[in-house]
């Protein structure tokens, strides 16, 4: 894919609300089948993005880092979202040996947190989002990979808290 002005959205984000408001907006441009690796330093905000996201879809649970569990599952209406943290990894191989691969299909959203850790062996995202501190809100550059990717940048309506 080309990457051009319209491949990539970026912007402050003033406090967590702005980085909730930033995953809601997000629930209405994703579709099922969409890998989303979210990258930043830890206390970036990764987490609560994937709130965000969540709440945007109508998902009324509790939504917590996958830190030591390495993946949560939020199973909704018409997909589940699968949210990975793999900071914990130690190997790639890892990631083959939790069969985690399976969890990566046309029925499911997909949110990765250092996928590095994986090496090569996770799917191509079609989106990453990189969060940065800064000051006391945060910085993001969300990024299409993929057709796909791109036609979710195209849905997607960044609201007014975000762009602070």
């Given amino acids: 894919m080309v990457m051009d002005d ?11 609300s702005a980085t909730l408001a930033l995953g809601a907006s997000m629930a209405d441009a994703l579709q099922a089948g969409v890998v989303l690796f979210l990258q930043g330093d830890l206390g ?8 965000g996201l969540l709440a945007g879809l109508a998902y009324h649970g509790k939504v917590k880092s996958p830190t030591y569990t390495l993946v949560e599952s939020y199973p909704l209406a018409h997909f589940t979202v699968h949210h990975f943290d793999l900071y914990r990894f130690a190997d790639p191989e890892e990631w083959d040996d939790a069969g985690f691969r399976d969890y990566f299909g046309a029925d499911s959203i997909c949110l990765v947190e250092w996928p590095d850790k994986a090496g090569g062996l996770l ?4 989106l990453t ?3 940065e501190v800064s000051g006391t809100g945060r910085t993001y550059r ?8 791109q036609s979710c940048l195209t849905r997607l309506s960044i609201p007014p808290a975000a762009v602070c």
């Fill in 6 to 16: 319209t491949s990539v959205r970026s912007g402050n984000l003033s406090d967590e």
């Fill in 44 to 51: 970036a905000g990764k987490t609560t993005f994937t709130r």
């Fill in 123 to 126: 799917p191509p995202p079609d």
């Fill in 129 to 131: 989002l990189e969060l």
């Fill in 142 to 149: 969300l990024t299409a990979r993929t057709e796909t990717g």
